[in-house]
């Protein structure tokens, strides 16, 4: 199995209207659209006619037409219509070459080939009394793996978000179990003391994180404030992305929050403060591909988590992003 078997990520579900949509997944240029029953579709961005790309064209009666010649193709692949030969019949082989689509998360999900694996789990997409939202896009100057293992790290947090979700004062990190699963890697009992651990934080609270990887390019935390104050609950961060290139990325993020009365736009804005925060720094690391040998970095037992990931990456045959 290797990350042309995965569902990954490519757009937003409201980016995919009546028009054919441009994607780009693993350096493959794709197009998006919806049949007659408004379905969605996906294919290389390839007429197999003549090579024109397909997202220039349009969407007539749930058909793909291609922009250079009129070849329409229906969302299963094959080749309907020749507008110089009306009464031409297509041969079989004349089609697109189609991708797997998906909705979910509020994001259209690709997978390039074969059967792979499910998608990305989401576990707190079924729990009513917490409120979602998409974030981003992000386009960023780094490989896929380097976010994710950015975003399975709490040592940066007082450096990185001080004043946010961390300080210098409460930099020291308590040991946690780190176990292998079948998506991936998960660490409970992660505990960091945060100015604000989120857009309704009164002050300073201990809070208490579980991580886990739920697929090569996909992580979700999960966090429950020490503060009686907030509730009972555990509030959800999804990060899903699109790996564009080995070294460039497309980040979104998935809110499950117990805050119902801030706008999106406040709930967005929190979220931008912290992954701006972050940006610059991930797109500063040398090498921007993830090194997988264990001797290519140099590690603590802090770095748990991250060194959980690499070996998951390595095991799993992903080549995206990463150097072996």
């Not at 579900?13 to 197009?31: F, I, N, T």
């Not at 689509?101 to 576990?123: K, T």
């Not at 997988?292 to 590690?299: I, K, N, S, V």
Request: negative net charge; glycine residues 8%; charged residues 20%.
């Amino acid at each position: 199995m290797n990350e042309w078997t995965h569902w990954l990520p490519v757009a937003l579900v409201e980016a995919v209207d009546s028009a054919p949509q441009a994607v780009k997944l693993l350096e493959q240029d794709l197009v998006l659209w919806r049949d007659a029953q408004g379905c969605l579709a996906g294919a290389h961005d390839r007429c197999p006619h003549r090579g024109a790309r397909l997202s220039l064209g349009r969407v007539c009666n749930g058909q793909l037409e291609c922009p250079y010649h009129g070849w329409r193709f229906d969302a299963a692949g094959p080749c309907r219509h020749v507008p110089a030969l009306p009464d031409f019949v297509p041969a079989a082989g004349q089609r697109l070459r189609t991708v797997g689509v998906r909705e979910a998360h509020g994001l259209v999900w690709v997978r390039l080939d074969g059967e792979g694996a499910e998608l990305p789990a989401f576990a707190a997409e079924g729990d009513v009394r917490l409120r979602k939202l998409n974030c981003g896009p992000y386009d960023v100057a780094a490989s896929a793996p380097r976010i994710v293992e950015n975003f399975l790290d709490m040592t940066h947090f007082a450096f990185v978000h001080g004043g946010w979700l961390g300080d210098r004062d409460h930099a020291a990190q308590a040991d946690h179990p780190v176990q292998h699963t079948p998506t991936g890697v998960m660490a409970t009992g992660c505990q960091a003391w945060q100015p604000q651990s989120n857009r309704l934080s009164s002050g300073g609270a201990l809070v208490d994180y579980t991580y886990e990887v739920t697929g090569p390019f996909s992580a979700v935390l999960t966090k429950r404030p020490d503060d009686p104050g907030l509730g009972d609950y555990r509030e959800a961060i999804g990060l899903f992305i699109c790996p564009l290139t080995a070294e460039t990325s497309r980040v979104w993020f998935r809110l499950a929050v117990a805050d119902f009365e801030s706008s999106d736009e406040a709930l967005r804005a929190f979220q931008h403060t912290i992954f701006t925060q972050d940006q610059p720094v991930l797109e500063s690391q040398t090498p921007k591909r993830l090194p997988l040998d264990p001797r290519a970095e140099q590690h603590t037992t802090a770095d748990r988590v991250s060194l959980a990931y690499r070996r998951f990456l390595r095991e799993s045959g992903i080549s995206f992003g990463v150097i072996a």
